[in-house]
């Protein structure tokens, strides 16, 4: 199967930030009102740290991705120690 899954997906007022998990990589796709973004890069953490140059990306939401991405995160770990 050669899907993406969603791995992190922060909405706000300001727009939309989302991490794929693809075959060769993660794929961060970040729109709002006029402006969108996508791009792919080796590493989750490669894409968020990419997210802080996406030209228009407001800083709360670019927070509240972060924030969401590491819970999700965390989870992740959790799940996997208890396996």
Known sequence: MNTARHF?????????????????GVRLIAEGPGWHHDSLHATLEEAATFLAVVPS???????????????????DERMDGAA
């Open 8 to 24: 992190s997906d922060t909405r706000t007022g300001q727009g939309r930030v989302r991490f794929l998990l693809a075959p060769g």
């Open 57 to 75: 990306l407001g800083q709360d939401l670019y927070e509240q991705a972060l924030d969401d991405l590491e819970h999700r995160a965390r989870v």
